[in-house]
C-alpha cells in the first residue's frame, strides 16, 4: 500500500482546525510522472439516475479543468461487473480510483486490487466498508436522515393532536448509505413513537433505490391500512417518486407528507405541484468539486486535508463531510435555482419562490 494518513494541526488566520493529511507515499513509481496529465479512473454504480449523470459531468469538468482526465465506468448495479470495471480502469494505469460503490461491502476487494498496484482510492458519497480506503467524500447522512425525519415530524404535528401514521420506504440494504439514512431518521422516530406521537404503521426496503420497488412497498402499506396514512418517510426522490405514484392512484396524493432527497428535477417539480413536502439538497457541485481536487492532488503527490474520520468496520477512514439542506416549495428559488441544479422555468416559471 502506498498511502500514508498522519495527523496534523492547521493553522488558520483566526482559528485552529484538526485534520488528517493523506497522502501519497512509498510503493511504486505513479503513472503521472510518466505523462503531462495525471489519469483518474471513475467507477460508477449505475447512471440510470439523474443524479449520478449530474455527478459524472461535474467530475469530468473538474478534472479536466484542473488539468487531468477521467476515465468513467458505469455498472448498472452489477457488483461483478464493478469489480471488473475498475481492474480495466487500473490496467490502463490510473493514478487514483474514485469509486460509487453499489455494495459498500463487495467494493472491499476493489481497495485490495487498487493498493496491490499502488492506486489510492477515494470512496464517492457512498462507503466502502471493511477495507483501508484512503479517502471518503460525502455528505453527512446522519445528518439527511435527521433532516428528514425532523420535517416529517414537524409537519405532521402541525395538523394537530393525535397519533399519526407513518410508512417509511428505506434504500438498498447494499448501500451503507442507506444504513446511515435510517441510522439518522431512528434518532428522532424511535423517540416519537415513545412519546405516542406516531405510529409507523409499514416499512421495508427498496432494492436497488428504485421507483418501482418503492411502489410497491407503498401500495402493500395502503392495501393493509385502507389508506389511513398521514406520512411517508422516503430515503430519496426516487423512493419518493414511487410512493407518490401509489397515492395518486388512490387520490391521495399532496394530502400525506412526503420527505425525499436529492433534488431531482422531477422531485423539484412535484414539490411546486405539492405531491412531495421536501427534499434534502446535497449539492452535488461541491462534492464533485472535492472529490476531482483531492483526486488530482493525490496524484500529483501532495497532502489532502480531511477534517473528519468515518468508521468503515475496518479503519477509521479520513473524511470530507460536507453540509445538507432540507428544500421545500418556501426556499426552492434560493437553494436550487439560485445554484443553478434547476431553472425557474423548469420548475413552473413563476411558481418558483
Partial sequence: MNIRVALVVLSCA???????????????????GKR???????????????????????LVAKTSELGADLLVQAANGDDTRQIQDIEALLSRGVDVLIVVPHNGAAMAKAVT???????????????????????????????????QARFLLERLKAKGPGKRRVVRIHGAKTDNNALLFKQGQDNLIKPAIARGEIEVVHEDWAENWTPENAKKIMNAALTRHGNAVDGVLAANDGTAGGAIQALLEEGLAGKV????????????????????????????????????????????????????????????VPSIMLAVVAVTKDNMNETIVRDGVHTAAELGGAGAK
Fill in 36 to 58: 503531462a496529465r495525471p489519469l483518474i479512473g471513475l467507477s460508477m454504480d449505475t447512471l440510470k439516475e439523474e443524479r449520478w449523470l449530474k455527478d459524472r459531468d461535474l
Fill in 257 to 316: 407528507v412526503v420527505t425525499g432527497q436529492d433534488a431531482e428535477l422531477a422531485a423539484c417539480q412535484r414539490i411546486m405541484a405539492g405531491t412531495q413536502a421536501v427534499t434534502i439538497y446535497k449539492p452535488v457541485r461541491r462534492i464533485a468539486a472535492e472529490a476531482a481536487e483531492a483526486a488530482f492532488k493525490l496524484a500529483k503527490g501532495k497532502p489532502v486535508i480531511a477534517l473528519a474520520q468515518t468508521d468503515n468496520g475496518k479503519v477509521k
Fill in 113 to 147: 486490487l487498487a493498493h496491490d498496484a499502488g492506486v489510492p482510492v477515494i470512496s464517492y458519497d457512498r462507503l466502502i466498508t471493511g477495507a483501508d480506503v484512503d479517502l471518503y467524500v460525502s455528505f453527512d447522512s446522519v445528518a439527511v436522515g435527521e433532516a
Fill in 14 to 32: 483566526l482559528s485552529l482546525a484538526t485534520g488528517f493529511a493523506v497522502s501519497r507515499s512509498g510503493g511504486s513509481a505513479s503513472p503521472s
